[in-house]
């Protein structure tokens, strides 16, 4: 399945910590996206790696990639409270043609 | 800018009447266009998919279905509704292509049915 598996499924830190967040995933993927959703809203669009990349940065977020290893994780850090959120991960390959979303990763950030 | 819109923001229906979900996508032409369902605490079922006017791509079977009458309009629909229906139901819309550009999604229509 081209489907991200995101680990773990809820994490609690306190604000100022860093937050780090895995995905794995079965097929070759073109790219890897990740998402963050609050509470009762649409996903948002957070950063997208393409599989020729190791490594990306936006901001606080650090994204890396293993393709040897089928695996992804972002980093969040300096949390803040309104970092609280569901993050997903979501593989990209052209054989799928298509995003898939895992069950994502639940952070709640205490203040 | 685009910006995407769903109505309503929330429904309440009992089971075996009509749905009918609204999306529409301003300030983009030709997106693809998504319908995904999302069960409390869970994550994202991707249930209809469209590259162009008319063309549906359908993933899950069941009782929902989808129409594209305008570049920029995507309906979700239903003849009669089930319980298992009740959900977090996203549209979504991509940059023409292969679907690998990042999806921006609406507010989401909240579906409770009872």
């Known amino acids: 399945s081209q489907q991200g598996e995101e680990d773990p499924q809820a994490l609690s830190i306190q604000e100022g910590e860093n937050a780090t967040m895995n995905c794995s995933y079965k097929?070759?993927?073109?790219?890897l996206q990740w998402y963050r959703q609050n509470s009762g809203r649409g996903l948002v669009h957070l950063i997208l790696?393409?599989?020729?990349?190791r490594e990306k940065h936006s901001g606080r977020l650090r994204v890396t990639l293993d393709t040897s290893k089928k695996s992804s994780s972002l980093l969040i850090t300096a949390s803040r409270a309104a970092d609280t959120a569901s993050y997903f991960c979501?593989?990209?390959?052209?054989?799928?043609?298509?995003?898939?979303f895992g069950e994502g990763t639940q952070l709640t950030v205490n203040p | 800018s685009q910006t995407i819109h769903q109505w309503p923001a929330t429904l309440v229906q009992p089971v075996g009447s009509p749905l009918s979900l609204e999306c529409t996508v301003e300030?983009?032409?030709?997106?693809?266009l998504y319908w995904y369902r999302q069960a409390a605490g869970r994550g994202l079922q991707l249930l209809f998919y469209?590259?162009?006017?008319?063309?549906i791509s359908s993933e899950v079977p069941q009782n929902l279905s989808a129409s594209r009458p305008q570049d920029r309009q995507f309906i979700l629909s239903s003849k009669k509704l089930l319980l298992s229906d009740s959900g977090f139901y996203l549209c979504?819309?991509?940059?023409?292509?292969?679907?690998?550009?990042?999806?921006?999604f609406g507010p989401g229509t909240r579906l409770t049915v009872t």
């Open positions: 979501a593989p990209y390959s052209t054989s799928g043609s298509r995003l898939t």
């Open positions: 469209s590259v162009g006017i008319g063309q």
């Open positions: 790696i393409r599989s020729n990349e």
């Open positions: 979504a819309w991509s940059a023409t292509g292969h679907g690998s550009y990042e999806q921006y």
């Open positions: 300030g983009t032409s030709n997106p693809n």
């Open positions: 097929t070759s993927i073109n790219n």
